[in-house]
């Protein structure tokens, strides 16, 4: 997938293709559906905590996490 990201927004120039994604743009498709800031900002904060704490990228080869 295409994406090009500016400072407040995403824009999806998108091709869609089998597989997965390096990055997560679930919070970006809510802003998109119109939830309302607040709900956004929070999601942000939980992200973050999830991301402090997360162990996935553990034990990934090279260039994978």
Do not use: C, N, W
């Not at 996935?56 to 994978?64: D, F, M, T």
């Amino acid at each position: 997938m295409t994406v090009k990201e500016l400072p407040e927004q995403i824009i999806f120039l998108h091709q869609v293709q089998p597989g997965g994604a390096d990055r997560s743009y679930g919070i970006e498709a809510v802003r998109l559906a119109g939830l309302p800031k607040v709900v956004i900002e929070r999601a942000k904060q939980v992200m973050g905590q999830i991301e402090k704490h997360s162990k996935i990228a553990l034990g990934l080869p090279k260039g994978l996490e």
